[in-house]
């Protein structure tokens, strides 16, 4: 089975540029998480997308982040225009139907994004 | 206040020595509880689910206080292979999201 991927790896832009991260979850998992952790900091919450639909999207810092999950299948991150304080490692993550914590959450490799 | 709190280390240790690690939660409506384990820029892995009546699986031991909002992990005999950061996560009721803590770093040496 492949695990969740994401795209790219490594991405290194300038304050005010437009960045978009890609997640391509476990086939057949309608959860669909984005977290993201910067330097120093804990990994947080930012948005959870059952199938095509957002769920929860609590954890968004402001406006110029948006996702979107088309289909239901793989989902994008936007962020634009970015600002220094957007650096970090934005992991997605990925769980069949059903609660968080009755099934496994599968995370992806991550993004690590830096703005200069 | 953090809502997860973990001592982030460094921890040091030689090889085939015991350590614990804690963790304290502030929401008292959490229910589910995990550690999960994170090597150096690698993405977090589920080690163990944790539970009130305490929980094993081979050289590592996690326990529930639910009273006292504690978590705690224990690994004997330590291998190299252990070194890596541990996170205390919770997930409070009701919700569908992990509240991670920043993490406790462990270094096995030889």
């Known amino acids: 089975e492949a695990g969740v991927t994401q795209f790219p790896s490594h991405s290194v832009i300038e304050k005010g540029q437009t960045v978009t991260l890609r997640c391509d979850p476990i086939s057949g998992h309608d959860n669909l998480y984005w977290y993201r952790r910067v330097m120093g900091k804990e990994i947080k919450f930012l948005l959870h997308?059952?199938?095509?639909?957002?769920?929860?999207e609590s954890g968004m810092p402001n406006n110029r982040f948006l996702a979107e999950r088309t289909g239901g299948t793989y989902s994008t991150l936007k962020v634009q225009p970015a600002e220094l304080e957007d650096s970090g490692v934005y992991f997605c993550?990925?769980?069949?139907?059903?609660?968080?914590?009755?099934?496994?959450?599968?995370f992806g490799n991550g993004t690590r994004l830096t703005v200069t | 206040r953090k809502e997860v709190e973990q001592d982030p280390g460094p921890f040091n240790v030689p090889e085939g020595a015991t350590v614990a690690f804690n963790c304290t939660y502030s929401n008292s409506a959490s229910q589910s509880f995990f550690w999960y384990r994170q090597d150096c820029r690698k993405e977090p892995k589920l080690l163990m689910s944790v539970y009130s009546s305490g929980n094993e699986d081979g050289r590592f031991t996690a326990q529930l206080n639910r009273a006292s909002q504690y978590i705690s992990l224990l690994i004997r005999d330590s291998k190299l292979s252990d070194s890596a950061t541990y996170l205390c996560?919770?997930?409070?009721?009701?919700?569908?999201?992990?509240?991670f803590g920043q993490g406790t770093r462990l270094t096995i040496n030889p």
């Open positions: 996560v919770v997930i409070r009721q009701g919700a569908q999201k992990l509240v």
């Open positions: 993550a990925s769980s069949q139907a059903g609660q968080l914590g009755d099934s496994p959450l599968h």
């Open positions: 997308f059952v199938k095509e639909s957002k769920q929860d």
